[in-house]
């Protein structure tokens, strides 16, 4: 760890005299139960936690300089790099920004199967931070129970996007591609799936004693607290804080569908957990919404500027061959000013600050990540509980490395 | 609800504001001296209308060879009062200036504002803990000012520049 020299003076200093039977124990960087590589160093007395910190950094990539480097187009790819479960939801909330920026009305189809792979990938993620907590406190099963359903979903985004897990999936004015025909046939399956597996899930792992008692009220937080720290989507909401961006805020339709903001009591990991699931089912409520009604029409907007045109009609028309060299070589040409814009991805709030002076590339990005402001709260949630309920609050707080560092 | 903020800190703040400049922007935004972001802050949240209780975002923004002063400290605030409002607080600085810390307001500034340090150099001052969060300590630079080199140190030369020397070389050759 030579390249940390200060953090490990910053630790000795602070974990400088040591009781008599205190333990230093380093949980990562590279732990099965830290998702991704990050580190906690923990001063434990006996079964006891006394002091705790986190260390950040390990897969830092820097991508607000690449942002800058950039075109708008291009970091599209980046953004799929974030939270790595749930890819579309970083792409659609890239896109929305640069969409509201250049004034773009994109046409209703490309709304509602937006929308649709939106809730899809919220079930992805949640399925994830659901099962993988039940793997690290013991219990494979449900994990593998839901898996297949999750495996479904990813053979429906890799039919529609071409790849399973960095989608890249939307463009500037739209899609890069229309749905394929046993679009709405797929999902709709994938969604009566999902009923029962979601119930068994719950009667599996929520309600197992074991479970219940490894996470009721651990690693609990206030709602005055998980505000103050910055807190946002379902860990907030498990606190009893009804806020979520998709009503507070409306983007695309979700001021149109019916759905409900599930809300825990006591912010402990059994309620992250237990509002998970309720999302869950709320996704599949808004999924239902929307299946049936998906528009006809074109899949992109009607701004020639900004997205490739189809190879066959670049092969034989010299027009459609200039715009796509534009396109290529000067990118999407944004107006100058700057915009935030806040969608509700699976972990929370995730924004998009973008700064223009109507260049190829914008002059700075900012990303509001949800789980780089939780984690920062993780060493006082910690600080008390024992060892193992620190693999509980990690777990339940859903910390995503690629997202986290950026 | 923008008006009333405008007016409460005109009454009350009016030594710590600065006109804003033109912006195309979605957010409403006030321009402030790096003096008055705690007081603000504070009074902002505590306020019984407002009520900002809620720190969204916390950033910076380098403008060399574009403004004068060069770096800009931006906080978005969220109030849950009145449809979730968001109020956007610029803080111009020149370089090597320090921005009193609002940890102590909101305590989830504590990361961003290491944040911003690391990756933009600029020091946040009464802060609990001013190191680098995210790159190795012994990193060199800060490595989101725009003069600091794509390539990384011991280039001298700016990204804006990058295409055109690539392209000289590259006659040069021939």
Known sequence: MAMYEKTAEHFQEKFKELPEGHLLVNLGPSHPATHGILQNVIQIDGERVVEAESVIGYVHRCFEKLGERYDYNQFLVCTDRMNYVSTPLNNIGWILTVEKMMQIQVPERVTYVRMIISELSRIMDHIICNGIMGVDLGAFSGLLHLFHHRENIYQILEKLTGARLTTTFCRVGGMERDIYPEFVKEIKLVTEGLKPALKEFHELLIRNKIFNERTAGIGGISAEEAIAYGFSGPNLRAAGVAWDVRKDDPYMLYDKVNFDVPVGEDGSALHRTLVRMEEMQQSIRIIEQLIDGIPEGPYHADVPHTFLPPKDRVYHNMEELIYHFKIIMHGVKVPPGEYYHATEAANGELGFFVVSEGDKSPWRVHVRRPCFWYYQAFPKMVKGGLLADTIATMSSLNVIAGELDC | ?174
């Open chain 2, 1 to 174: 609800m923008n008006e009333a903020i405008l007016s409460f800190l005109q009454a009350e703040f009016s030594q710590f504001l600065i006109p804003n400049r033109e912006i195309q922007t979605n957010l409403f935004f006030i321009t402030l001296k790096k003096e008055g972001i705690l007081p603000v802050c504070k009074a902002l949240k505590e306020h019984p209308n407002f009520s900002f209780s809620f720190l969204n975002d916390l950033t910076s923004v380098d403008w060399l060879g574009k403004r004068s002063p060069r770096f800009e400290v931006l906080y978005l605030l969220k109030s849950p009062k009145s449809g979730h409002n968001r109020i956007q607080i610029r803080v111009p600085i020149e370089e090597g200036e320090e921005v009193p810390s609002i940890v102590s307001v909101y305590p989830g500034a504590n990361w961003p504002e290491r944040e911003v340090f690391d990756l933009m150099g600029i020091t946040f001052s009464s802060h609990p803990r001013m190191e680098r969060l995210i790159m190795p300590d012994n990193f060199v630079g800060h490595p989101l000012r725009k003069d600091y080199p794509l390539e990384g140190p011991g280039q001298d030369y700016l990204i804006q520049d990058l295409l055109s020397i690539h392209v000289n070389e590259d006659i040069e050759k021939d």
